[in-house]
């Protein structure tokens, strides 16, 4: 029963990976679902750095939430890829993909299941007090002038109505993600969140512990941010503060790293390059790869 509710196409899959500097970093995979009882895939169709993390190291975590707040959490360790074969075939018949012009799935991750905690409903009613408890934190907090998140980002950051989630590397090595519904930037630099939700949880992350914060709006507009965590009172409410320190838009046709600001570089040579070496040229390279592979007449 579980598998069949995770299998539906209109849900938050998201997936916890682990950098080549040991920390958490957080991508929503819509695709992401149960195939077997002790395994999961998921189907890639864009580019961007969750894909090199995964093979680089294969401890991941994972977050399914369906449409009516239901979600599961567990942790999956990669395995193998694969082109062809039947969970190709069903991703790439599915109406997404199926009547796409312009991309299809080209690869498939398959993850074996190592642990997973059973079906949870999110919390609706304390979160709605733990977003009172964070609005009262934010009146009280002093501000900083440091420019690190934009006012889009804040925006989607600050709206009620939008997903956050969290994720931190537990001392077994997997990514664990928390939702944090309740977060809001608390200034141009830090994010803040009553730990009133999941309470338990936040209070097992270690001190100073670097942290993923991932918001997403029920557009699919994203954005995820890394910095250090640290929980204390704010005007003798218990919160979680993160210093933001990293910035990265991983909405597709571009993800980018957006802070620190990477500069631009003028694109000298189209041919011979190899778009793998690089940190970030994956992502950089992928809409020159579209191009070349787009049928004449799109």
């Known amino acids: 029963s579980d598998m069949r509710s995770m299998q539906v196409p ?26 077997e009882p002790r395994q999961v895939i998921w189907g890639q169709f864009t580019e961007g750095f969750c894909k090199r ?20 959490r567990g942790k999956t360790t990669f395995v193998r890829v694969a082109s062809q074969g039947k969970e190709f075939e069903m991703y790439n018949a599915a109406p997404m993909f199926r009547y796409n012009a312009y991309f299809g799935v080209h690869t498939v991750y398959y ?16 979160i709605v007090r733990a977003v009172i408890k964070t609005m009262l934190a934010r009146s009280l907090a002093r501000k900083r002038p440091e420019s690190v998140l934009n006012p889009w980002t804040r925006q989607l ?3 009620a109505s939008n ?29 803040m969140f ?23 709006s029920l557009d699919m507009e994203d954005v995820l941010m890394r910095g250090e965590l640290s929980l204390r009172r704010v005007g003798g409410i218990k919160c979680g503060v993160v210093d933001v320190r990293w910035v990265y838009n991983s909405m597709p046709p571009k993800p980018q790293q957006m802070y620190p600001e990477v500069a631009l570089e003028a694109v000298r040579s189209f041919e011979g390059s190899d778009c793998s ?20 007449g799109h």
């Open 157 to 159: 950051m600050n709206r």
């Open 194 to 216: 009553s730990s009133s939700v999941y309470e338990a949880e936040l209070a097992a992350i270690p001190p100073r512990a670097t942290v993923a914060v991932f918001g997403m």
């Open 163 to 191: 997903l956050k989630f969290l994720s931190y590397v537990g001392a077994d090595g997997y990514p664990v993600i928390i939702p944090v519904v309740q977060a809001q930037a608390l200034d141009s630099a830090r994010v």
């Open 277 to 296: 070496e690089a940190p970030g040229h994956d992502d950089r390279c992928a809409g020159l790869r579209a191009a070349r592979t787009r049928p004449s």
């Open 10 to 35: 209109m849900k938050v899959g998201l997936l916890g990976t682990v950098n080549s500097e040991g920390l958490p970093h957080l991508t929503l995979i819509t695709t992401l679902q149960p195939s």
């Open 53 to 72: 993390f995964v093979r680089e190291n294969g401890k991941t975590g994972f977050l399914i939430m369906t449409a009516d707040r239901r979600l599961w």
């Open 111 to 126: 993850m074996d299941l190592v642990e997973q905690y059973g079906q949870e409903v999110l919390p609706t009613k304390r």
